[in-house]
């Protein structure tokens, strides 16, 4: 049975229109489960009658206590603005995203939908200029939860990772650069492994092996160009993807359009991120190969990883306030050197889930090419045939996993950034506003 946060009765239920709410006669409050509220804000209409249906008095409380608890999973309610009304504070849930209205705030809420007048922007304003605008899908949280022990990270990345799908859900164009960009990069490799193989006179088995070997220096070139033009085109189109993210959760048309804009005006920042990277995994590479031992492994290991999380973290300063590399390092030490502690510990949570889920999809993507490969015992042809459609259905399958970790990877570090931010900005804790995907894992 569910209860009201607000003085701990029991909730009715009724249904306008198709959509069952829940409210509490004692109080006057209104509980919205997910999505809900959206529902309504579509018929603004409804609003009054909601509220006549559960009117305070009506049901004298048997036991009145405030208990600030979500009705359906217990944690505890913090502010809450809806994009569509953020005039209007609300309480909501950071787990199940279900919404408390107190007595009253659904006639607020009707106020904030009437038409007012909008100044019409000039035809100068740059939709790429989002540094000062506020967050609005986002969370007051007056304590964030202090991490205990290694479950505790497990779960807050699982928290996290579960936001980021919701993000997905609610919008699936934020991860469509990232898909153009796994698309490209297939695309360029199968078209490269097309040409040598019509260079090679289109040979199968042993004579295209020995015709790849004859010929292995000449292929290395091609190669390393699709590896550095993938490497550079990854950075542009995640300088998109923060670019969306962000107008996302500020209220922002998400338009793919205006976030090339922004992502090419930052080209300059972008492109030296990914000459340094290129050149940290080069090093890195060379290195271990020269000494093949397991502590100079372990150490490029880490140097590529701490290279990668600077990358993240800079990327996101880059592209909202319009800084070229040296000036965003500067901005990223300034507010995020508070940060370090949480940072760390989300880090390997958020890491930590995505690797296992990465290595499910290479184990399933390993399968696919083994059950392909019994083909070649019926005849060369069918065998080759198999190999590609094999290893294709795996490439596919394993890049749009990459494709989802890179997703997540993006919107985790892009919320951090705005979460520090607004951190920078506020003047108390109980003002400052985590985006909504991140709120989930920090409550």
């Known amino acids: 049975m569910r209860r009201c946060p607000k003085c701990d009765e029991l909730l009715w239920q009724r249904t306008f229109d198709g959509v069952s709410l829940e409210g509490c006669k004692s109080c006057g409050g209104t509980w919205f489960d997910a999505r809900e509220l959206d529902q309504i804000l579509q018929k603004p209409d409804l ?36 994009p569509k009304i953020p005039t209007v504070t609300l309480e909501s849930c950071p787990k199940c995203h279900g919404v408390w209205a107190d007595e009253s705030k659904l006639s607020e809420i009707h106020k904030a939908l009437q038409p007012q007048p909008q100044p019409q922007p000039t035809p100068a304003e740059d939709q790429t200029e989002t540094k000062d605008l506020p967050i609005v899908r ?19 990345g699982l928290a996290f990772i579960q936001s980021a799908f919701t993000l997905l859900i609610e919008n699936p164009r934020l991860i469509v650069p990232i898909l153009l960009n796994f698309g490209i990069g297939l695309g360029l490799l199968v078209l490269i492994g097309l040409v040598v193989w019509s260079l090679s006179g289109f040979a199968t088995g042993n004579a295209l092996s020995n015709w790849i070997e004859r010929n292995l220096a000449l292929l290395l070139i091609p190669l390393v160009l699709w590896y550095i033009a993938t490497v550079v085109f990854g950075y542009l189109f995640i300088g998109i993807t923060v670019s969306m993210i962000d107008a996302y959760l500020k209220g922002r048309p998400v338009d793919i359009s205006v976030a090339l804009r922004d992502a090419l005006k930052n080209a300059g920042g972008l492109l030296s991120l990914a000459l340094i990277n290129i050149a940290i995994g080069w090093l890195t590479s060379l290195a271990e190969s020269r000494s093949r031992g397991s502590v100079t492994s372990a150490i490029g290991s ?43 510990v989300g880090e390997v949570g958020v890491r930590f889930v995505l690797n296992i889920l990465t290595s499910i999809a290479i184990f399933v993507a390993a399968g696919i090419i083994f059950l392909s490969a019994p083909l070649g015992i019926l005849s060369d042809w069918l065998g080759f045939l198999g190999l590609i459609g094999g290893v294709s259905a795996a490439a596919v399958l394993v890049a749009i996993v990459f494709a989802i970790n890179a997703f997540i990877m993006t919107a985790y570090h892009t919320c951090l950034y705005l979460w520090a931010v607004e951190y920078e900005r506020a003047t108390a804790p109980e003002q400052v506003v985590v985006p909504a995907p991140l709120a989930a894992a920090l409550a």
């Open 47 to 82: 609003l009054a009658t909601v509220e006549n249906s559960f009117r305070r008095d009506e049901q004298p409380p048997m036991r009145p206590r405030a208990t600030n608890l979500c009705p359906v999973c217990r944690k505890p309610l913090i502010a809450f603005q809806h």
């Open 138 to 156: 986002g969370y007051h949280l007056p304590q964030i939860r202090p991490t205990n022990g290694i479950l505790d990270q497990l779960f807050r």
């Open 302 to 344: 880490l140097i590529r990883t701490l290279a990668e999380v600077a990358t993240y973290l800079t990327l996101p300063i880059i592209i909202v306030e319009d800084l070229s590399l040296i000036p965003a390092i500067k901005r990223g030490i300034e507010i995020y050197r508070r940060h370090l502690l949480p940072i760390a």
